[in-house]
């Protein structure tokens, strides 16, 4: 199976390329695909993942399944598709609809589903379809909901609530070090 991101950023921030380097390195890079990458941009993504300049509107996939938390549908066990696409979008707090809105809405012949009702970041969203599409049951999974990051400044202790769901794994969330790492140093935070 291919797990296709449709890269829907201006830019390819380095959080992007810190998820979707996550990303890879669970479900493997000859499993990964970001589509809509600008010429500029893939040799940035040449050890992560496979890349195409096209939109994932462009390449009229068999057997995909688009991930929309607006979904009625959420992915089964036993649905069965060669491709999920994702919409590879920095989190919007309180979720703004940008998947329905750049790919739902124009994605013809291909299941929607949901993976329930929270917003997860795209490293996230792809493991929990990983693991679904391998047999596991979503109700099976553990999540947390908002993370603190800790995040010292100074001699203040900070913290920084990411308002989203992340995967547990083996009780902890499913996010990346390098992610925090630069969060820390982030100064406009």
């Not at 057997?63 to 036993?78: E, G, H, M, Q, V």
Request: charged residues 30%; proline residues 3%.
């Amino acid at each position: 199976m291919i797990f296709v991101i449709e890269h829907l950023e201006k830019e390819m921030y380095n959080w992007c390329l810190i998820e979707y380097k996550h990303i890879s390195d669970f479900v493997g890079k000859n499993n990964l695909l970001i589509t809509n990458v600008k010429k500029k941009d893939i040799s940035k993504l040449k050890n992560i993942a496979l890349t195409d300049s096209r939109s994932v509107l462009k390449l009229k996939l068999k057997k995909a399944c688009l991930l929309d938390i607006k979904s009625k549908k959420t992915l089964l066990p036993n649905d069965s598709f060669d491709y999920f696409i994702f919409g590879g979008i920095l989190g919007d707090f309180p979720e703004q609809g940008r998947t329905e809105k750049y790919l739902t809405s124009k994605l013809k012949n291909v299941e929607i589903r949901n993976l329930l009702d929270k917003q997860m970041p795209t490293d996230n969203a792809v493991a929990v379809t990983k693991l679904i599409a391998d047999g596991k049951d979503i109700n099976d999974l553990k999540f947390k909901d908002n993370l603190i990051i800790n995040i010292k400044n100074g001699e203040f202790n900070e913290e920084l609530e990411l308002p989203f769901r992340y995967l547990l794994i083996n009780n902890k969330p499913f996010i990346s070090s390098k992610l925090i790492n630069y969060l820390k140093k982030k100064k406009d935070i």
